[in-house]
């Protein structure tokens, strides 16, 4: 049988034809695909920018639909949901892309960090403690530990929030001596309150090693020592504190007039309280001399006499309304009602104020209770401020 090679001619344009046909038919499809996810994908990102959220998400979970494969669309949808609250939803988004084999690696630690902060919004915290260990190595490792330390904060977990800040110092993060301060100071508390003394005076003593400029933890050591009777101590302890925190001597008058009256130190401490409040004026150092000044008979002034001063250097209500209630008013018996009057108006001023959030209280926090905020109260009320 002879093989006809005129079929084989006749074939081949109908063969081309068929071929060119069909890659027409693939290339409208492609190109009706691509027009479909961009059209989608921009018009979630057109809602966002007017904050129509509700409408992004929607527009974003039509385009995951119609491209399932690209992750930077799962990762927009996933961080929508975090911002809208929808933590569960947020939570099945990256778990979703976890679990892909063909995601790079770099999108996966994207995954596992959006996963952990997921969590962290949540307040499940042992979860997102879980997921920022498994960052460790990465290009998010700074980011996690930062993250690491402030979850270790919020559970008041100190001797792991301690190593964590540790070891953001040593990596080159910045300086955490203070915080690691705090960290050592509320560690001995703890101690303190289970009956360790011993273990929290240890802590305390790191603590001041740590920040030798912090006054919290030579405040702390003085209270400690005055528990165990060390009054002599206590009080050297705060007569230290008055050089190496000079910020904070507002906080440190009160306790140091009480211990000098204890240990027999009024007469210097009454001298030095006197100098810093020539230097800089302040109601808790003027309180501080005032209680001194009346315990010794042979003080420089009386009561009246140094709020009438702190009158004549500064206006200050307070100080008129102590002043106030050591006189003789012309019509006495109506004395009781303007003194607590007096007493209300002057209360908001005596408050302390937060630098970072303005949360006020009555006082003094070393940690803002509002936004979490370390050292953000001044040692001034704030009538001062």
Same mark, same amino acid.
């Given at each position: 049988?002879?093989?006809?090679?005129?079929?084989?001619?006749?074939?081949?344009?109908?063969?081309?034809?068929?071929?060119? +046909?069909?890659?027409?038919?693939?290339?409208?499809?492609?190109?009706?695909?691509?027009?479909?996810?961009?059209?989608?994908?921009?018009?979630?990102?057109?809602?966002?920018?007017?904050?129509? &959220?509700?409408?992004?998400? *929607?527009?974003?979970?039509?385009? +995951?639909?119609? *491209?399932? *494969?690209? @992750?930077?669309?799962?990762?927009?949808?996933?961080?929508?949901?975090?911002?809208?609250?929808?933590?569960?939803?947020? +939570?099945?988004?990256?778990?979703?892309?976890?679990?892909?084999?063909?995601?790079?690696?770099?999108?996966?630690?994207?995954?596992?960090?959006?996963?952990?902060?997921?969590?962290?919004?949540?307040?499940?915290? *042992?979860?997102?403690?879980?997921?920022?260990?498994?960052?460790?190595?990465?290009?998010?490792?700074?980011? $996690?530990?930062?993250?690491?330390?402030?979850?270790?904060?919020?559970?008041?977990?100190?001797?792991?929030?301690?190593?964590?800040?540790?070891?953001?110092?040593?990596?080159?993060?910045?300086?955490?001596?203070?915080?690691?301060?705090?960290?050592?100071?509320?560690?001995?508390? @703890?101690?303190?309150?289970?009956?360790?003394?011993?273990?929290?005076?240890?802590?305390?003593?790191?603590?001041?090693?740590?920040?030798?400029?912090?006054?919290?933890?030579?405040?702390?050591?003085?209270?400690?020592?005055? #528990? &165990?009777?060390?009054?002599?101590?206590?009080?050297?302890?705060?007569?230290?504190?008055?050089?190496?925190?000079?910020?904070?001597?507002?906080?440190?008058?009160?306790?140091?007039?009480?211990?000098?009256?204890?240990?027999?130190?009024? $007469?210097?401490?009454? $001298?030095?309280?006197?100098?810093?409040?020539?230097?800089?004026? @302040?109601?808790?150092?003027?309180? $501080?001399?005032? @209680?001194?000044? #009346?315990?010794?008979?042979?003080?420089?002034?009386?009561?009246?006499?140094?709020?009438?001063?702190?009158?004549?250097?500064?206006?200050?209500?307070?100080?008129?309304?102590?002043?106030?209630?050591?006189?003789?008013?012309?019509?006495? &018996?109506?004395?009781?009602?303007?003194?607590?009057?007096?007493?209300?108006?002057?209360?908001?001023?005596?408050?302390?104020?937060?630098?970072?959030?303005?949360?006020?209280?009555? &006082?003094?926090?070393?940690?803002?209770?509002?936004?979490?905020?370390?050292?953000?109260?001044?040692?001034?009320?704030?009538?001062?401020?």
């Amino acid at each position: 049988m002879e093989f006809d090679l005129s079929w084989v001619l006749l074939g081949l344009p109908l063969a081309f034809m068929l071929g060119w +046909v069909a890659s027409r038919l693939d290339l409208r499809q492609i190109r009706f695909e691509n027009r479909q996810a961009p059209k989608a994908y921009f018009k979630g990102l057109n809602y966002l920018l007017n904050e129509q &959220q509700d409408q992004a998400i *929607d527009a974003f979970i039509e385009a +995951v639909q119609n *491209d399932p *494969d690209t @992750s930077e669309l799962h990762f927009a949808l996933g961080n929508l949901f975090r911002r809208r609250g929808e933590y569960e939803r947020a +939570v099945r988004v990256h778990e979703h892309l976890l679990s892909r084999a063909d995601i790079s690696q770099a999108d996966r630690h994207r995954a596992q960090h959006a996963l952990a902060l997921d969590y962290l919004k949540a307040g499940l915290l *042992d979860h997102a403690e879980t997921a920022l260990l498994k960052l460790e190595g990465t290009s998010f490792e700074a980011q $996690a530990r930062l993250a690491l330390l402030a979850n270790y904060e919020r559970s008041r977990d100190w001797p792991q929030a301690a190593q964590m800040a540790e070891k953001l110092e040593h990596a080159g993060q910045g300086s955490f001596s203070t915080r690691l301060a705090h960290y050592f100071c509320e560690q001995a508390a @703890s101690q303190a309150a289970q009956g360790q003394l011993e273990a929290a005076q240890q802590l305390l003593q790191r603590a001041i090693g740590k920040a030798p400029e912090a006054a919290r933890a030579r405040l702390d050591m003085a209270k400690l020592q005055a #528990q &165990q009777g060390q009054v002599t101590e206590a009080w050297q302890t705060l007569m230290q504190a008055l050089d190496c925190a000079p910020t904070a001597i507002p906080l440190i008058a009160k306790p140091l007039a009480e211990l000098a009256q204890r240990s027999g130190h009024g $007469a210097a401490t009454l $001298a030095r309280l006197q100098q810093l409040y020539t230097e800089q004026a @302040s109601l808790d150092v003027l309180e $501080a001399i005032v @209680s001194l000044s #009346q315990a010794d008979p042979g003080g420089s002034g009386s009561a009246r006499d140094w709020y009438a001063h702190h009158l004549a250097k500064e206006p200050s209500l307070v100080a008129a309304a102590r002043w106030i209630a050591g006189e003789k008013l012309e019509h006495e &018996q109506f004395h009781p009602q303007v003194q607590r009057a007096l007493d209300h108006a002057i209360k908001p001023l005596l408050r302390y104020r937060c630098a970072a959030c303005g949360f006020e209280a009555m &006082q003094h926090f070393w940690q803002c209770p509002g936004c979490q905020t370390w050292d953000s109260y001044p040692a001034r009320r704030i009538e001062e401020l």
